[in-house]
Structure formats: C-alpha cells, structure tokens
C-alpha cells in the first residue's frame, strides 16, 4: 500500500470543522439551560401564585365565618339579644359587631362577638370551639401586626393575638345597614367606615364589607404591582333577609 493513500485513509477532521462542532453543541446547550430556567421560574411564579391564592381564601374564610354568626346566642327561649350580649367594653347592649377606623396603614380593627353553649359547632377565629361545659362570649378581634412582617392576626377574648395569615399589610372595613328608617326590612342601603357610624347604625349592622390588602410575590416582574387587593361581601345571618 502506498504512504499517500495510508495518509488519506487516517485523515481526520479539520480544525474549523471541530469548531463549527463546539459551536452547534454551545447553541443547543444554551437552548436547554434557557428552557429549564424559564420552566423553573414559571413552576417558581405559580407556586407562589398559589401560595397568595390559599392565604386570601383562608384570610377570607375565617373572618366569614366569624361575621356570619355575628350576634348568634343559643335557645331562644332561654336567652334574648340584650341578656346574650350584654354591654362589655366597646360592645353596647345587643351589639354584636364593633370596629376602628384608620385612614393610614394597617388600617382597620374589626371586632366581632356571639354566645356559644358548651359542645357547640360553633368556632371562633383561632379555630377554637367552647367546651367549658357553660356558655361563653367569644369576642374576636381582627387587626394587621406591625412591623417589617405584617399579617393578619386575632385575638380572642383579649389573649394575645395568634397569626393567622402572613403578607397582609392592610384591613378595610366596611358596615353594611339600612339608614332609612321608613323600610321594614333590613336591606342595606349604606356602607358605612367606622368614624361615622353612630350608635344606631351598630346596632343595624346587616352586612360587613372586608378589603384585604396582599403583598404580592410577584412584585418586581414586568407588569406586576406591589400589592394585591381582594374584597368579600359577608352577610350577617342573624339579620339578613329578617325583617325588623
């Protein structure tokens, strides 16, 4: 065999060739990283996204479920409105809801109270339910911490507050009642912050408007703001659709 043709048969590849190689395999391995790093930043973003969605349905849940027995007392036979919840601190005799207003963050406090018999369902806001083996008055009060961390938060019966939902920076409260008097049933036809409403008013109190205020995971991105605001609209069972 001649030494030109061992030559050719061992020829290998040229050096621009090994680059144009490199260069191929660089573009697809860019290509890769850049789609793991955007699926990881969108696994990333709806999980937190899901994160807020669960705090605002649980935020929101709970003062529900607080406002809606708003009032409540057992056997009515036994109790009335004024011997249920008779006047105690910011309460008035019969006054099942009571509130402060601030016009600058946190914003609002929101108080709420109803009687519960021992071996009720019925549980106040830190999940807690009466089995004291007697009655007992739960009042529960909704405030934001301060601080660098603010979070929603209640106390009941004056304990030191629990949290209960981190990321809330502001609670807005309005009272839903009926101002006209001429009307024989408790349709609300005002919604009242806590600075004007008078003590009739409190006494009216069909409805709470709730605006809690998020902060918002996202903030930061294109298009995204700091804050995310939700509202809910809870009935006050005891008084809605009842005439007067």
Known sequence: MKLSALQHRQHGYTLIELMVA?????FLLAGLITLEQGMRSTYGNQTQL?????NERFALTVIGEV??????????????????LPAAGAF??????????????????LSVRFLTASGDTNINCTGGSNTSGAVLVYVNAFSISAG????????????AAQTLVNGVTNLEVWYGVKTNGAVTTN????????????AANWQNVTSVKVRLTFTNPLFGQPGQAATVQITRII???QRAALTV
């Open 235 to 237: 009935a006050v069972m």
């Open 22 to 26: 490199l260069l191929i395999s660089l």
């Open 92 to 109: 008035a005799a019969k006054q099942p809801i009571t509130g402060v207003y601030s016009a600058a963050a946190p914003n609002d406090t």
């Open 148 to 159: 660098a961390n603010p979070a929603l938060q209640c106390s009941v019966n004056g304990a």
């Open 67 to 84: 406002v809606q027995q708003a009032g409540y007392f057992p056997n009515p036979t036994v109790y009335t409105a004024t011997t249920a």
């Open 50 to 54: 899901t994160q807020l969605q669960d």
């Open 187 to 198: 349709d609300v036809d005002s919604y009242l912050r806590a600075n004007v409403m008078t």
